[in-house]
């Protein structure tokens, strides 16, 4: 169900000190990172399936 989930991935963040061992700044900076990688990704796919 939808509150055992919300509890998993609550879990899941604690489990990873993603909370409590980071700051805003940080989760922004990796937040950017990811989102770069995925626009890489995605403009290598557009560029070799063109």
Sequence with gaps: DLQQLIKNIEQWAED??????STPQKQFIKLMEEF???????????????
């Design 16 to 21: 990873r000190n993603l909370i409590e061992g």
């Design 36 to 50: 770069g990688e995925l626009c890489s990704s995605v403009a290598k796919f557009i560029l070799f399936e063109t």
